[in-house]
């Protein structure tokens, strides 16, 4: 279908405003999904389109992280690897199962993540002393066996549908790994670029694309990530926190309420 010039202009200012958002914290896709809804698309091809068009704004974000990319590509291609893995059988999911009892657990799944971002600090430091105690070896410095498997399920979620997947990127990370916030945040944008790519690619076999919506969401989103990293580099771990918990806890409203 075809977009008027007005539609056209509220798809690119959502597509800035969802990559400003996805590189910050996540949740970007609670701002384009609907904007694509409203311009008539069906459903599943907003979602596609959706998904499609926010990669770019994903990989402009990295690269605006790329100072606190630094010294951790190990750890990339370790969690990357189970996150394409996940990214691709979510993607799978949403062509082929029923997404009623799914979206029910979402805003849980969500809640939960907030409440981890919220403690991530005292539960880390609890953790360590707890390990201390015991005379346990330190956790693993990429979080071992629990992270891997926490974001192949995440990353599942997100090639599913992506809203707040970067909410429970940082979650798991915040609390698995010993690593500052900003930097944790870095990893979150590639393996989010990684796994909207590959869902993406998925539905490229399958799936019907509104390509204006695509080009549109791209351009905006790409604008958006420059944006989103030169404001999140700069706050501070409290506030970026704080932050975190408004827009997943946006996300939870709207995801209840859709």
Same mark, same amino acid.
């Given at each position: !279908?075809?977009?008027?010039? &007005? ?17 910050? /914290? ?9 904007? @694509?809804?409203?311009? +008539? ?5 907003? =979602?596609?389109? =959706? ?92 979080? +071992? ?27 798991? !990370?915040?609390?698995? @790994? ?6 944790? =945040? ?8 990684? /796994? =909207? ?13 509104? &390509? ?47």
């Amino acid at each position: !279908m075809a977009l008027s010039i &007005w539609e056209s202009l509220a798809v690119f200012a959502a597509g800035i405003g969802a990559g400003t958002i996805n590189t910050i /914290v996540g949740s970007g896709t609670l701002i384009t999904f609907p904007v @694509l809804l409203a311009t +008539g698309l069906p459903p599943v091809t907003a =979602n596609v389109s =959706n998904t499609l068009g926010l990669v770019p704004g994903s990989i402009s974000g990295a690269i605006g992280y790329r100072h606190e990319l630094k010294g951790q590509r190990a750890r990339i291609l370790r969690l990357g690897s189970v996150s394409l893995v996940g990214g691709a059988a979510g993607a799978i999911a949403l062509l082929t199962l029923p997404s009623e009892s799914f979206d029910t657990i979402v805003p849980v799944l969500i809640g939960l993540a907030l409440v981890l971002v919220v403690l991530q600090p005292r539960l880390a430091a609890a953790l360590r002393r707890r390990q201390e105690a015991a005379g346990a070896e330190p956790a693993h410095p990429d979080g +071992g066996p629990a992270l891997l498997t926490g974001m192949t399920l995440a990353s599942a979620y997100g090639g599913y549908f992506g809203a707040a997947q970067g909410v429970l990127y940082l979650a798991l !990370m915040g609390l698995l @790994l010993r690593e500052d916030l900003q930097r944790i =945040n870095a990893v979150k944008n590639v393996i989010a670029a990684l /796994v =909207n790519g590959i869902a993406a690619v998925v539905f490229l076999f399958v799936a019907a694309f509104d &390509w204006t919506a695509v080009l549109l969401i791209a351009v905006g989103s790409t604008i958006g990530g420059q944006i989103g990293a030169k404001v999140g580099r700069r706050l501070p771990p409290t506030a970026l926190r704080a932050l975190i918990v408004v827009v997943g806890t946006v996300a939870i409203v709207q995801l209840v309420l859709r």
